[in-house]
């Protein structure tokens, strides 16, 4: 789920966020981050608690411990450039930091991405 979710929000939902007009940008945004958190936070969960109960249990091949591995690269990267960005868009529309959140998601898309790929492998 998360691998498509992370493509909708790739390719559709942060470049529309460059045509939302200035003074409509603030609720915008605002309201796309209440509504957004909704759905990836039981996500998240989920899919941490999965893959800790699967190494728990002796899931230990090594596409599937790499997978869980990007998990953390996510996170990371979600930590580090996603929600600081997120926070300072919360005070109006900034172009130049709305195309620096597109281009450093690309990092959780490939991210998710291979994480999904290494997951169906390892998990027959």
């Known amino acids: 789920m998360l691998v498509g979710l992370i493509w909708v929000v790739q390719i559709l939902v942060y470049p529309q966020f460059l045509r939302v007009a200035a003074a409509d940008f603030k609720d915008y945004h605002q309201a796309h981050c209440f509504r957004i958190s909704l759905i990836v936070g039981p996500l998240l969960f989920l899919e941490a608690s999965s893959a800790a109960w699967l190494i728990y249990e002796g899931k ?3 596409p599937f411990l ?42 959780r898309t490939l991210a998710w991405t291979a994480r999904g790929l290494l997951v169906s492998v390892a998990l027959p």
Do not use: E, K, Y
């Open 66 to 107: 790499f997978s869980a591995g990007l998990v953390g690269v996510i996170w990371l990267s979600t930590a580090i450039l996603q929600a600081p960005a997120h926070t300072r868009l919360m005070r109006g529309l900034d172009a130049a930091l709305v195309r620096h959140v597109i281009r450093t998601n690309w990092i």
């Open 60 to 62: 230990r091949t090594v």
